[in-house]
């Protein structure tokens, strides 16, 4: 893990953030919505190497948090974000071939931005925020799973490019 | 040397996990600075959201309408007539028409129960990650907005003043799984308890085993100590379908709010109350039905060769 990398990454997720809050959050979404962010964040820690990435799961967690209309905790974010590029990083990562085809990117960031709301309404109710109704939690979760499949061929290149801009010459 | 790598990663996963457990401790236990970066965060992203909020109002509902186009097939000949003649008009003015006729409805309604408002601009909405359901308002501390202040719309609750920075508000939306109020039912003035559930849907149980509920009840909240975080009498909803199953000590029942948390435009907050307790006078008029003209012809006889 280059050090100098980290203030690139913090810069590209704060851009993905502000999007997030000022654009996309407005949109009205048929089913549930699309967290752009968390998508994003899956995809990117796909292309890193371990320590980069529990960093940057912490930064993204960190920025995550900044969210105003979020009604959970201070951290519980980045708790999660941190967890998962955790196990991205190593488990997921290391099972699969080191060139990752656009399909299976897909299919690990739906997976993976579901697999983080889930956990965020889980912890979220076990540090006593209401989450609403089974039903409810399921349609977000639902909604939010299939956008991010749907959308994937707009933000994955997307992804793979801003990567490759914040790697150092060292890392390249 | 690959071990030893695996352990630094472990390492700093753990240091940076208990880091943030240690915010969530933090906040859990109400320190300021935690709360102060949000609100920070929010005075920073004010003005990017009203930006974002007029660039995109004309496309926002693109999704949702695309779900609409086979019902509406039939009507598109007629539309293209139409549009025809629209296109000479500005692509905003929908828009602005639109707030103008929801800013027409929430100033009628303050101004019947006399309500002292601010009215502002929904410029911003939580997003799939929060799990909550808030709007962010153009209009903040500098404009009289306080915390637990009522919010209201045309046709009735909005939700309560969450957060507050200079230029802009947080509204917990009634929808919110959060989110409980005090309602009476208009004309029986049986008291209740309304929970949001989330998506539009809403619950109520009454309070007394005795309180009657029945089908197209209107209710009404039921106002708050120095009328914070409720104003008395505003509209909440409309009982849907009453859940009848035993065992229950008291009524409950599934309710359909009046206002479309989905369409919101333009808001107002309650500042002040001027004249207390409203009663039932803003509960909504049920439309008049209007007269059906028979008109009777009578054949005149005509000669006939």
Redesign the interface.
């Known amino acids: 893990m280059t050090l100098n990398r980290l203030p690139a990454i913090a810069i590209v997720f704060l851009l993905f953030f ?1 999007l ?11 089913i ?4 752009l ?2 998508a994003f964040f899956m995809a990117w820690i796909m292309q890193d190497e ?2 980069s990435a ?2 940057t ?2 930064i993204a ?1 960190l920025i ?16 999660i974000l ?2 998962m590029s ?1 196990v991205l ?2 488990n997921v990562r290391a099972a699969l071939d080191s060139e990752i085809s656009p399909v299976v990117m897909s299919i690990v960031t739906v997976s993976g931005s579901s697999l983080a ?1 889930f956990l ?2 889980l912890c ?1 109710a076990i ?1 006593g ?5 089974s039903s ?2 399921v ?2 979760i639902f ?2 799973a299939m956008w991010t499949f749907l959308l994937s061929p707009l933000y994955v290149p997307i992804t793979v490019a801003l990567y490759r801009a914040t790697l150092t010459a060292r890392n390249r | 040397m690959a071990n030893r790598g695996a352990n630094r990663t472990r390492l700093l996963w753990v240091s940076l996990l208990v880091t943030s457990l240690f915010l969530i401790t933090l906040d859990l236990r109400g320190v300021s600075v935690i709360s102060s970066i949000r609100t920070g965060t929010q005075s920073v992203l004010a003005p990017v959201q009203r930006i974002g909020s007029n660039v995109l109002s004309p496309f926002s509902n693109f999704f949702k309408d695309i779900t609409n186009l086979g019902r509406t097939n039939s009507k598109i000949d007629a539309l293209k007539a139409e549009n025809e003649r629209l296109k000479s008009e500005l692509i905003f003015n929908d828009n602005v028409l639109g707030e103008l006729e929801q800013l027409k409805g929430v100033l009628n309604l303050a101004g019947k129960a006399r309500y002292k408002v601010v009215s502002a601009r929904v410029i911003s909405k939580g997003g799939t990650g929060t799990f909550g359901e808030t709007v962010v308002l153009d209009a903040g501390s500098d404009s009289g907005i306080k915390r637990d202040m009522t919010v209201i719309a045309d046709a009735g609750l909005v939700g309560v003043v969450k957060s507050t920075t200079k230029s802009s508000s947080v509204v917990l939306l009634m929808s919110d799984p959060s989110f409980r109020i005090g309602v009476r039912v208009a004309g029986s003035q049986d008291m209740g308890i309304l929970s949001g559930e989330g998506e539009g849907k809403f619950s109520l149980r009454m309070l007394s085993a005795t309180g009657q509920l029945k089908a197209g009840d209107v209710l009404l909240s039921r106002g708050s100590s120095g009328d914070k975080p409720f104003v008395p009498g505003v509209p909440v909803g409309k009982v849907i379908t009453i859940d009848n199953s035993t065992g229950q000590l008291t009524k409950q029942g599934r309710v359909m709010g009046f206002v479309d948390l989905n369409a919101l435009g333009v808001v107002s907050v309650v500042i002040a109350s001027v004249d207390g307790n409203p009663g039932d006078a803003l509960v909504p008029q049920a439309p008049k039905p209007a007269p059906t003209v028979t008109i009777f012809v009578t054949p005149t006889p005509t000669a006939t060769e």
């Open positions: 502000i997030q809050e000022s654009i996309l959050n407005k949109i009205d979404f048929f549930g919505g699309f967290s962010y968390l371990r320590n529990v960093a799961g912490f967690g995550a948090d900044l969210s105003p209309t979020l009604e959970a905790p201070f951290g519980l974010w980045t708790f941190t967890s955790y990083a190593t709301l965020f309404v979220g540090l925020q209401d989450v609403g109704s409810y939690v349609q977000e909604g939010n």
